[in-house]
């Protein structure tokens, strides 16, 4: 007993730890180093401890048997001077008296500084009894430390707002604070030993001991993890860590519970608020672009579900859908509503009572309808008040309540403050009836709708407007010389597209030609369409002017200041300008950057076939200016076809331009039956789903005359010409047998070869043409044009062309490559 040394107090110690080996490290125990010395009654060192060698410096060789009066000062707590030997001597005799004393005392390490440490001494006997002093020593700062921390621990536990729990191995509650217990709403000594599968619903206690056990398994905390709490209404974010002593021995999890019902209903507020925006987004993109009322309304009706409601409804004024004025007179009973789009939800049963696009909705005033039209403010009705949604009775109210329907809101849709109708959206009993937020929400939809439905409405009329415009421009029907059959069709755009300035022509010509013409002016709208017709006009007057058509192209081009909609705006067309010649069966053809001319060669046999496109010079579009105008003359086979067309028909977005020449050159000589047909045929064939621009689309036969209609003659300008000239003018008409004619043509052919044998020097030609009327010809290589002039009562000459101009139907003069000609028409009997 009296003997010291690290053997006996390593048995204490192990004694102590009631284990077979030393404690860890790590434990509580090291962290305080309690040391252990064992005294005598009168004061001398039977045992020092190793970890009093650490606190104190002394080893245990210099101390063990000595007193220890030379270390003790006075307590920590007691007057100062307190005499060292007395101290020792006042501890001692209270420990003989009390057989116990507590206190902090001040002892020297051996480098001479003080060690203050909080003891515990007891008096103790012996197995002989031998009575002696066990005291235990530890260092107050380490103490104090320790205390601080069991303080903040208990802190936490008394005052956080936090929810704080600890559960053992066995997942069980060792120890949790007031603030979870009122969140699990049951008291802190009802949780103690038991499990969540006891305190909290079965589903979310099962979620809850699953994540406690991979926590506990695992060492991977769980962090901010949001769950219902029992009322269903509320969230709880939870997160675990497993509990680990300074050994690294699992001694449970800890739990933080916070409750979050605030912040996830603020999310949620949030996500609503995105949601509507996104659907008010989504509403606004669909709708805008759209300039079709019955489009516009349709596809709003259809973005709202399922997003927002169930069923979905867009009623209009009628006079909406064609652009017509806002409603100017209240609305009341006789108004003419109409349902223009409908949404349904595709997973709901069908609502076919509800549907009919178009379907006129009758209404009372004093109905919701009526109510929310005349006064402007959106209702939220439920299922007891529909049936005043109208009429008594109304099918349409009956289909929606057969439906389920339990919650609607009937929006007033309105521009420039003006009704111009009614959104109609509603839900069934599976979702949550609409509130006050959605009321708000659906105004801003109908709002949204209601400018973009009167934009489309204001662009309906002025399309209609510029159409009609167009359409009196363009020519309702075409002529239809000998030898020539035509066909042709006008398309204006979708209603995506503003009304373009595609344009055709066909213009008769003298000597039985005639002129094709196919356009097409920059732009769209009304702008574009008033100046087509200013340049077909321009084109069709120069035209009688029999000028060739390089030149009426380049007389077209030099009017552009006159053509444009403003001096400042300018204009540009492209054209191709066409003359042909029945007699001759020749073509002459001219270009302004305009697609080439088809032409389609023994189109009646497939074989045979060849549609092919015409390699002319393309020129420059009409408004450029500085280039000029080419011309090519080419023959035609007898019955050839030529199309001609604007690149509407042609042209497809994200497609090249030739796949779309390339089909129509395969339908001509595959498809057709007929002129007619195949213009339906290749109208029928533009790209679906495209936006499709005017097209203007020109179709011709080109045929020959009528073997025997036509006699030509060139004489030799010498005496006796005229005699001649008559005779065979006579001899033609008799076996045309057109014997009527002929006093009247031989007069006008004597005084028209008499002027040329007059004045020009040179060859002298006639020819006749037996068409739909009677045309006559006479060629001189004089270029200057004669002249009328009114010839006095006494003048032997001068009265030809008058004779000409009284006379015939109508005539004429134009230029050739060699000279010029002077033509007139007589009528056929």
């Excluded at 001597?89 to 209270?94: P, Q, R, T």
């Excluded at 006891?198 to 962090?223: M, Y």
């Excluded at 349904?344 to 009758?362: H, V, W």
Aim: net charge negative; glycine share 12%; proline share 6%.
């Amino acid at each position: 007993m009296s003997r010291s040394g690290g053997q006996g107090d390593a048995a204490s110690g192990r004694a102590l730890s009631g284990q077979g080996e030393p404690a860890g490290a790590g434990t509580l125990l090291d962290t305080l180093r309690v040391a252990v010395v064992m005294l005598d009654t009168s004061g001398r060192v039977l045992l020092w401890s190793p970890l009093a060698e650490e606190v104190l410096g002394w080893a245990g060789e210099h101390i063990v048997g000595r007193r220890v009066a030379g270390l003790f000062g006075a307590p920590a707590d007691a007057p100062g001077g307190t005499p060292e030997a007395g101290l020792a001597e006042a501890i001692l005799g209270e420990l003989l008296r009390g057989g116990r004393w507590d206190g902090i005392l001040s002892l020297r390490h051996r480098d001479g500084h003080t060690v203050h440490v909080e003891t515990r001494a007891s008096l103790l006997v012996d197995g002989d009894g031998r009575p002696f002093v066990l005291a235990s020593m530890v260092e107050t700062s380490r103490l104090r430390t320790l205390e601080q921390d069991l303080a903040a621990l208990d802190s936490l536990f008394d005052s956080s707002p936090l929810g704080v729990a600890i559960f053992d191995r066995d997942l069980r509650y060792v120890r949790l604070n007031e603030a979870l217990a009122v969140m699990n709403g049951m008291p802190s000594a009802d949780h103690i030993g038991r499990t969540v599968d006891d305190i909290l619903a079965p589903d979310l206690a099962g979620t809850i001991t699953e994540l406690q056990r991979r926590v506990l398994a695992t060492g991977e905390p769980v962090i901010d993890m949001v769950a219902a709490a029992r009322t269903g209404d509320e969230y709880r974010s939870v997160s675990y860590h497993r509990l680990v002593d300074r050994s690294g021995n699992v001694l449970g999890v800890s739990a933080t519970v916070m409750d979050v019902t605030e912040r996830v209903h603020a999310a949620e507020r949030a996500e609503r608020a995105r949601g509507r925006l996104a659907l008010l987004n989504d509403v606004g993109s669909r709708i805008a672009g759209l300039l079709d009322v019955r489009r516009g309304a349709q596809a709003l009706a259809e973005s709202l579900v399922p997003a927002f409601c169930d069923y979905s409804a867009v009623i209009l004024h009628s006079d909406m859908a064609d652009g017509g004025e806002l409603p100017t007179s209240p609305y009341g009973d006789g108004t003419v509503m109409r349902q223009f789009g409908i949404g349904e939800n595709p997973s709901l049963p069908d609502s076919g009572r509800m549907r009919g696009r178009g379907r006129p909705i009758g209404f009372d005033r004093r109905s919701v309808f009526g109510t929310v039209l005349v006064t402007g403010h959106a209702r939220l009705i439920g299922r007891e008040e529909m049936r005043d949604l109208t009429f008594p009775g109304d099918p349409y109210v009956e289909a929606a309540l057969a439906l389920g329907v339990t919650s609607m809101v009937v929006v007033p849709v309105r521009a420039t403050g003006v009704a111009l109708g009614l959104l109609l959206i509603s839900r069934t009993a599976a979702r949550d009836p609409f509130d006050e937020d959605d009321l708000a929400l659906a105004g801003e939809l109908a709002d949204r709708a209601g400018a973009a439905l009167d934009n489309a409405r204001l662009y309906v009329r002025e399309r209609e407007g510029a159409l009609m415009l167009q359409r009196s421009l363009l020519p309702n029907s075409v002529p239809s010389p000998p030898g020539v059959a035509v066909a042709f069709r006008y398309v204006p755009g979708s209603s995506a597209a503003e009304v373009g300035g595609d344009w055709f022509d066909v213009i008769p010509l003298a000597g039985g030609r005639v002129a094709f013409v196919v356009g097409d002016v920059m732009g769209h709208g009304l702008g574009a369409a008033a100046t087509m017709g200013r340049l077909r006009t321009a084109v069709r007057s120069l035209a009688g002017l029999d000028m060739p058509p390089e030149e009426l192209l380049r007389r077209v081009n030099e009017l552009g200041d006159d053509l444009a909609q403003s001096q400042d705006e300018g204009w540009m067309a492209t054209a191709v300008y066409v003359v042909y010649d029945p007699s001759t069966r020749r073509c002459v053809i001219s270009q302004a950057g305009h697609l080439p001319p088809v032409l389609v060669e023994h189109q009646d046999d497939p074989e045979a076939c060849r549609a092919r496109v015409l390699d002319l010079p393309p020129g420059v579009p009409l408004g450029v200016g500085g280039f000029p105008f080419e011309t090519t003359e080419l023959d035609v086979p007898d019955g050839s076809v030529l199309v001609l067309y604007t690149d509407g028909l042609v042209e497809a977005r994200g497609q090249d331009i030739g796949v779309g020449i390339d089909r129509l050159r395969e339908i001509m000589c595959h498809r057709v039956v007929s002129l007619e047909d195949a213009c339906d045929q290749l109208l029928a064939t533009m790209q679906p789903g495209s936006e499709p621009d005017d097209v203007a689309l020109l179709i011709a036969r080109l045929g020959g005359l009528p073997a025997g209609s036509t006699a030509e003659w060139t004489f030799p300008a010498e005496a006796g010409v005229v005699r001649l000239a008559r005779r065979r003018v006579r001899d033609t008409l008799e076996e045309w047998r057109l014997t009527s004619l002929t006093d009247v043509t031989v007069l006008l052919v004597s005084e028209l070869v008499t002027n040329s044998l007059r004045y020009a020097h040179g060859p002298i030609g006639v020819r006749m043409v037996r068409g739909s009327s009677l045309l006559v010809e006479v060629s001189d290589p004089l270029p200057d044009p004669p002249r009328e002039r009114i010839a006095g009562d006494e003048d032997e000459g001068g009265r030809g062309l008058q004779l000409v101009a009284r006379t015939s139907r109508r005539w004429g003069t134009r230029h050739g490559p060699q000279g010029k000609t002077v033509w007139f028409e007589l009528a056929l009997p």
